[in-house]
């Protein structure tokens, strides 16, 4: 990414306030949710933190007397629409699906719905907060401390993953809800999932969420920030303990065996090399070489290599894969415009229809149409539209802000076109994808803090960014 020295950073300006107005002033619901997240997940509660955290920004929102908004953003109301549309297809039946009913499928739509809305509502609140009670420094560093968090919740996982426990979210609800397999993994820590991918019992850490993917997933993405705060901004110690964490980071996100995330993080180097490359900056793609060898010599020197060979020895995992995600576009096919509202259940197996779930085998086949990637999710719960829609929104975003040199926006553009390649593999909602929206809010602010500047200095600026009146 492209490096900038301490001597020439701005001032934060929420610098000047004090200790208790930066804890308790417009800034807290953003620090709950990245800086609480840990405590969340103690209590049961981490699934649904961003919700909670979105009502108080939704009623700042909805007192101011403007409310700005990122480019395209009708892209994503439009989305939102279409979302909104799809919920009279709940109770219908998608070819090559098990029978649905409106009941059954309304609290995964529901709570799909509130944390798209919840994500929206943190993007236009960070965007309308100004840089005085919440700068643009402070919401990068809290990113990268989540990261850390995520890490440790990955070493955890990795070698002490039989710790499990009842939240106290759990101990409150009913029996019949928490016997669910779903309504299990969101409020009942553990740090583990342990799974036969490699043909026999093996770790996959997920601490502080709820599944090995979810981790992989937000893990990718927090280490964007995490680079920029400690290595870019950051002065020789905080470098040494950048590379401290990362080389931690590497021995979890082996073990996990996700391959998304072994992607992503492949593609999000090739992205910073490229990008320093066309702006000369050789030196850092020296020492960006020299590293990643380093790191590639220490794990072909150390187990973890044989972790690899094994996992991509065992893809078992494609067929079911597959099978979803024909079921999906076929789905999409047959309901184009609104799609089923929500996700479906497959009739039968990989293999054959016949073999479904049953007492003796409960893991056994019906496995659920959009679980395994948020572009299959979109096709079968809002058809082509709500993808065109979804992925347009963040395409045009990635390409209206793509001349902007500033780390800042350098690292919020890998992490939007992360989302973009995790479409098929990762599903979105929630986290990811209120650090998605994230992202883009930075960006705003990013080109608002670069016009401030041009006209402290006199310099012509761009058209300022529309606002609408009243609530979002």
């Known amino acids: 990414m492209p490096e900038e020295r301490p001597s020439q950073r701005p001032r934060s300006?929420?610098?000047?306030?004090?200790?208790?107005?930066?804890?308790?002033?417009?800034?807290?619901?953003?620090?709950?949710?990245?800086?609480?997240?840990?405590?969340?997940?103690?209590?049961?509660?981490?699934?649904?933190?961003l919700i909670m955290v979105a009502v108080p920004m939704?009623?700042?929102?909805?007192?101011?007397?403007?409310?700005?908004?990122?480019?395209?953003?009708?892209?994503?109301?439009?989305?939102?629409?279409?979302?909104?549309?799809?919920?009279?297809?709940?109770?219908?039946?998608?070819?090559?699906?098990l029978p649905s009913s409106f009941i059954g499928k309304l609290p995964g739509y529901t709570l799909r719905t509130l944390n798209y809305l919840a994500a929206t509502i943190a993007m236009l609140y960070v965007i309308n907060t100004s840089e005085r009670e919440l700068s643009t420094r402070r919401l990068v560093r809290m990113q990268g401390v989540f990261f850390v968090v995520v890490v440790v919740g990955g070493l955890v996982g990795t070698f002490l993953y039989k710790v499990e426990f009842t939240s106290p979210l759990e101990l409150v609800l009913p029996s019949s809800l928490t016997s669910h397999r779903f309504?299990?993994?969101?409020?009942?820590?553990?740090?583990?999932?342990?799974?036969?991918?490699?043909?026999?019992?093996?770790?996959?850490?997920?601490?502080?969420?709820?599944?090995?993917?979810?981790?992989?997933?937000?893990?990718?993405?927090?280490?964007?920030?995490?680079?920029?705060?400690?290595?870019?901004?950051?002065?020789?110690?905080?470098?040494?303990?950048?590379?401290?964490?990362?080389?931690?980071?590497?021995?979890?996100?082996?073990y996990s065996l996700n391959r998304g995330l072994w992607i992503g993080l492949l593609v999000a180097l090739v992205y910073v090399g490229v990008r320093n490359a066309l702006h000369g900056r050789i030196h850092v793609l020296f020492v960006f070489a020299v590293v990643t060898c380093g790191v590639m010599v220490a794990i072909v020197a150390s187990p973890l290599y044989d972790v690899i060979q094994e996992r991509l020895l065992h893809p078992h995992s494609n067929m079911a894969r597959e099978n979803t995600s024909t079921a999906a576009v076929r789905a999409a096919v047959s309901s184009p415009v609104l799609g089923y509202g929500s996700t479906r259940t497959v009739v039968g197996s990989a293999q054959?229809?016949?073999?479904?779930?049953?007492?003796?085998?409960?893991?056994?086949?019906?496995?659920?149409?959009?679980?395994?990637?948020?572009?299959?999710?979109?096709?079968?719960?809002?058809?082509?539209?709500?993808?065109?829609?979804y992925v347009g929104f963040f395409l045009r975003t990635m390409w209206t802000y793509r001349r902007d040199r500033s780390p800042v926006a350098v690292g919020a553009i890998l992490v939007i076109g992360l989302g973009v390649v995790y479409l098929t593999v990762y599903g979105a909602a929630g986290t990811p994808l209120a650090l998605y929206m994230l992202a883009v809010a930075l960006l705003w602010r990013q080109r608002r803090l670069s016009k401030q500047a041009a006209v402290e200095r006199g310099e012509k600026t761009w058209r300022p960014v529309p606002a609408v009146a009243g609530a979002p």
């Open 183 to 254: 309504a299990q993994a969101l409020v009942h820590p553990s740090v583990a999932q342990v799974q036969g991918v490699l043909g026999y019992e093996s770790p996959r850490p997920t601490a502080p969420f709820a599944y090995t993917n979810i981790w992989g997933n937000n893990l990718s993405l927090l280490m964007v920030w995490f680079v920029v705060a400690n290595w870019v901004w950051g002065g020789l110690r905080r470098r040494v303990f950048c590379g401290a964490v990362l080389a931690a980071s590497v021995v979890p996100i082996v």
């Open 13 to 49: 300006l929420s610098a000047t306030g004090s200790a208790g107005s930066r804890w308790f002033g417009p800034a807290w619901p953003i620090s709950v949710l990245l800086l609480g997240f840990p405590l969340w997940w103690l209590l049961g509660v981490s699934s649904f933190v």
């Open 352 to 389: 054959t229809i016949a073999v479904g779930r049953s007492a003796t085998c409960p893991q056994c086949g019906n496995a659920a149409i959009g679980g395994a990637g948020q572009l299959w999710l979109l096709l079968v719960a809002q058809g082509f539209l709500g993808v065109i829609l």
């Open 58 to 97: 939704a009623i700042r929102l909805v007192r101011m007397k403007k409310v700005f908004v990122p480019p395209a953003f009708g892209w994503w109301l439009l989305f939102l629409v279409c979302v909104a549309l799809s919920s009279v297809m709940l109770g219908v039946s998608a070819p090559g699906t």
